[in-house]
């Protein structure tokens, strides 16, 4: 073998062996375990940089953490606009697009009521109805006046405050699955509590695949497998923050025209889009809405909707059928206008 030949041999090995490189990662963020799985060159330096971009969405959106841009805006309520940047005024815009779509049933100033009830804090109780009565005035998107020219925002009541607990997650994956693209990572998968982003394939070829959680059964236990490609979902569900008080669930999820949890017909809705922070949204919405509402959208061109109604029935998109496999443990069968598990 020629020194030439030999060079360009052990090169390309080297590029094999890059291109099958596998780095996992697990990191606890956003009150939640955030795991990675990335194949290629630089999967672990990819890794990495999705880490510290899921920091700064925290460090960004979080009601919780006084620094945050969000804080100032709430702190500034009723004071004076805040200077944002335009990806923040972006989102905060589509934000308050989402609650005039869904008539404020989905509301992003829903934080008093979110901190009332405190369901996700270590100590979640049920508010007096006068508590409820004192928070439920502050919530109304209405009152975010984005200004476009002079990139501020600015609450107009004393008092409110915005909450980006239902879709900042989607954002998230969202933001990382850009990175990934723009990567020279062969594939990689994403997963933020309930919010998973999927790019390109694993090295023998295949599609990469996310369980679909049985809310009846541990963070481990899954229904369904979804294979996902250069795509974003999200899952919402009464099942994972939540407290019981004298035999009654008190969930995360809350109506903001009664000030309580709110009633749905539904175990889960899984969102399946190109765009996470919908994604986030729709999830949570629809888990709200219920099952009528989802029937009637399972056939929507930017979504496809995956969603388990109490009496164990899957309705789901027909388009991502050919990627979902119902497992042979699955307790729930699909409803009748949708097929039959096989
Ligand atoms: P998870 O955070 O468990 O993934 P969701 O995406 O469904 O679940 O978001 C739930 C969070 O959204 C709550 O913890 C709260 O911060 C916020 N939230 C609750 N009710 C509403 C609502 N009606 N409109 C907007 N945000 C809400
Ligand atoms: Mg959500």
Redesign the pocket.
Known sequence: MSAVLGIILTLSSCQVQARDAVATDETFLMD?IVTQTVYGPNSSIIIGEAVDLMKDIEKTYSSYLDSSIISEINANAGVSPVPVGEEERNVIKRCVEF?EQ?DG????T??P??KLWN??GDEPHIPTEEEIAAALPLIDYRNVIVNEEKSTVYLSHPDMEL?????V??YAVQKVLELYRQSDIAGGILSL???VAAFGKKPDGSAFRTGIRDPHGTAADYFAILEMSDQVI????AY??YFEQDGKIYH?????LTGYP?ESDLLSVTVVSEDGLLC??L???F??LGKESVVSHLNENSYSLIALDEQGKIYISPRIMEHFTLLDSSPYVFADQTGRKD
């Open positions: 939640t609650s869904s049933l989905f509301d992003l829903i934080a009521l979110v369901i996700t909450d980006f607990g239902a879709t997650k989607g509590g309930g919010n999200a899952t919402s569900g994972e923050r995360h999820i809350l109506n903001p709110c986030d949204y999830s949570t919405m888990y709200m």
